[in-house]
């Protein structure tokens, strides 16, 4: 069996790192678009396209995928009603930031996995609560550009710690792979046990 994470994040790569887990990236191109309104769903979707994603991609490059392992994820902010997914640009970025601040919101992962023939997914979700947040504050935050290619538009395990009053839930969930609901997913749906090494 080999392992592929369909993720270039660097925080679910060291969170598979961290579970023991023998893997390599690949980097999924799908089309993220989508008119799905309801946080959970959408999440399952997109980790799902975005491993099958690789999946055409290595079975087009003549791969024999039938011992492949694909692993995927997408994480997503809920709050006020509204998904905030990965700000389009710096006052983008601060309409997030200012929405969040000084209140709870929810954050949603999906988790996927596609092996022999099957593809199923999941979701988690926790919540998180920001202190009140000031104008400055938020400009020096976005000025360190960590707010880029985040839901949200913040990293909780980077410089925006410090804006998180609590956490209810799976710290993993807010970080963008929660190793818990991937691990159950597995072994619920394909018998593999975590951490599994690759097999040439």
Known sequence: MRIILASGSPRRMEILARLGVDFEVVVSEADENTDIKDPAALVRELSLR????VLERLTGAGENTRDRLIISSDTVVFC???ILGKPSDRADAQR??????GRGHWVYTGVAAI?????????????VVFRELGE????????????????GAYAVQGRAARFVREVRGDYLTVVGLPAKTL????????????????QN
Request: aromatic letters at 6%; charged letters at 40%.
């Open 50 to 53: 975005k491993g099958k994603s």
């Open 136 to 151: 400055d504050e938020i400009k020096a935050y976005i000025d360190t550009g960590e707010y880029a290619d985040k839901a």
């Open 115 to 127: 092996y022999g023939g099957r593809e199923v997914a999941d979701t988690a979700r926790a919540e």
């Open 96 to 101: 997030m930031l200012r929405m969040l601040s």
């Open 183 to 198: 691990s159950d997913l597995l072994l619920r749906e394909f018998d593999i046990r975590l951490p599994v090494r690759q």
């Open 80 to 82: 006020g009603g509204e």
